[in-house]
């Protein structure tokens, strides 16, 4: 049944209203406030590209939580995505700006339908479990990251590979736990592998270790069966059971 007209003009004066008295403002389909996007309210579609004439620096907490969208464009000049903005979609493809800094926790949590992503070069900060239990099979991390934080791909099964970046000096507790990974080549400068960063990783083949790794954290490569080969360097404090469930005894060197 069809909604009365006198219903539908009825609701949308009311939430013009209740935006307006939480300070915020309504342009078209987006409410904002102080250049900070709050929430999408147009219809179910498959592509939104978010006008850049709004001049927004942020997408807000939760702005894109659960939406059905498949396809979205973030203009330029937006340097934040809060915490849970797109978590639970249906995002299939998402289009980033360069100016791109700051990604909140859990920003793309639980998007299964998400197989890959390009973050901008200039985003430094990723925050926790940003991408957990999604169905990334692949992504380009930024070049200047330096922390890789807890849950970040934690249960990212279909993520088989992964190209650390240089300037990577933390990957930090089940950042990786469960995921598909079969193969992953850490870089000189990495310093610390926290507690169970990568357990459960039973499709990896081999582990070689930078020499600049100080610390692996307890049960950093648990149930990791298929390993063959571990190499680490003597100056490495392992954690109680770093290897467990792993036949091969490391070589140290």
Avoid: W
């Amino acid at each position: 049944m069809r909604k009365p007209v006198f219903f539908v003009v009825f609701l949308a004066l009311a939430q013009l209203l209740l935006a307006q008295q939480s300070g915020e403002t309504v342009r078209g389909d987006f409410v904002i406030r102080d250049k900070t996007l709050v929430r999408y309210t147009g219809k179910e579609q498959v592509t939104l590209i978010i006008p850049a004439n709004l001049e927004l620096t942020e997408i807000g907490s939760g702005a894109f939580l659960r939406s059905n969208l498949k396809n979205i464009k973030v203009p330029e000049g937006v340097t934040t995505i809060a915490a849970d903005a797109f978590a639970y979609s249906k995002l299939e493809a998402i289009q980033l700006p360069s100016t791109l800094r700051v990604i909140g926790e859990k920003a793309f949590y639980g998007c299964k339908d998400l197989p890959s992503i390009v973050l901008p070069p200039a985003t430094t900060r990723i925050g926790q479990a940003v991408f957990c239990y999604s169905g990334l099979t692949q992504i380009i991390l930024p070049k200047q990251l330096r922390i890789i934080d807890q849950f970040m791909f934690y249960e990212c099964t279909n993520l088989t590979s992964i190209a650390l970046p240089e300037s990577l000096l933390e990957v930090k507790d089940s950042a990786f736990y469960k995921a598909g990974l079969t193969r992953i080549t850490f870089n000189e400068g990495l310093t610390s592998i926290g507690n169970d960063a990568f357990s459960q990783c039973v499709g990896l083949a081999g582990l070689i270790l930078p020499a600049s790794l100080a610390s692996i954290g307890d049960r950093a490569f648990a149930g990791c069966t298929k390993v063959q080969t571990i190499r680490v360097s003597t100056n490495t404090a392992l954690g109680p059971d770093a290897f467990q469930g792993i036949r091969a005894r490391p070589t140290f060197f």
